[in-house]
């Protein structure tokens, strides 16, 4: 059986959907309740490839870094909600 392997921590897991359930919880709610955040060192892949191109649009989400480049932040797209 094929195992994913979460970019984020040591979990592991047997199906896709099990995987993103999980990856939701990575991110944490912003206080303003408009997007979502994490710390820019649990994802130093993605925090190199904003920081080339300024904002990344992937998934439904926009991308960008705040906190003098310390956190990740990311907002739903509207056009993804339709
Ligand atoms: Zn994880």
Known sequence: ?????????????????????????????????????????????LTERIRNSGALVLGGYRYSLIGDGKILYRTRLESAEY
């Open 1 to 45: 059986m094929r195992v994913i392997k979460c970019r984020y921590c040591t979990c592991q897991f047997f199906s896709q959907s099990d995987y993103e359930a999980h990856l939701k919880t990575h991110w944490k709610q912003a206080k303003n309740g408009e997007g979502e955040w994490m710390p820019c060192e649990l994802d130093s892949y």
